[in-house]
């Protein structure tokens, strides 16, 4: 339960930080996506199952502050944690080069589908799109994975040894 709590109050930390600070650190008018870095951390340190439950809920946050349609960024959000979890339920997790990888291509197909679903539909040119977006947003919410994983990381341990103490009494 206290697992629950934490990550739900990162989550809402998280989004307070995007709408508040984040648009004074933008870069050619491109802010990090942290909420999808920590999607991928915790689904890499948790599991598929897990890690789909932080991205639903992660994405229905999205929806609700500030998305077009209701459920579109919470699938996102899903297929994303569901994805990055499956296959590394046994890697280790200490390495932080493998989440930087993966948040590149999760980031990647991110903003692809974004576009896909939302801009295509306008008649934008996909190469403008490509280079004033996909590829600007893919790189700065890359550089912010690191820094990220590893809060996720030490919060995870954290609670990991606080419910393997409380298991024990």
């Not at 809920?57 to 944690?81: P, R």
């Not at 339920?89 to 991110?110: C, Q, T």
């Not at 934008?124 to 947003?137: E, L, M, S």
Request: hydrophobic letters at 60%.
């Amino acid at each position: 339960m206290i697992r629950v709590f934490i990550f739900a109050l990162v989550i809402l930390i998280n989004f307070i930080l995007q709408a508040t600070l984040f648009p004074h650190i933008a870069i050619m008018s491109v802010t990090p996506d942290t909420a999808m870095v920590f999607i991928v951390s915790y689904a890499i340190l948790r599991g598929e199952i897990e890690g789909a439950i932080f991205g639903f809920a992660s994405g229905l946050v999205q929806d609700v502050l500030g998305g077009v349609v209701i459920g579109f960024f919470a699938l996102l959000g899903f297929l994303t944690g569901y994805l990055c979890g499956k296959p590394f339920r046994d890697f280790f997790k200490d390495n932080f080069f493998l989440p930087f990888l993966i948040v590149i291509a999760a980031a990647f197909v991110y903003q692809f589908a974004i576009y896909v679903a939302t801009v295509m539909f306008s008649h934008a040119d996909f190469w403008f799109y490509f280079r004033t977006v996909i590829f600007p947003k893919t790189i700065y919410t890359a550089s912010m994975s690191v820094p990220v994983y590893v809060f996720v990381h030490l919060v995870n341990g954290r609670l990991e040894r606080f419910e393997g103490l409380r298991n024990e009494a």
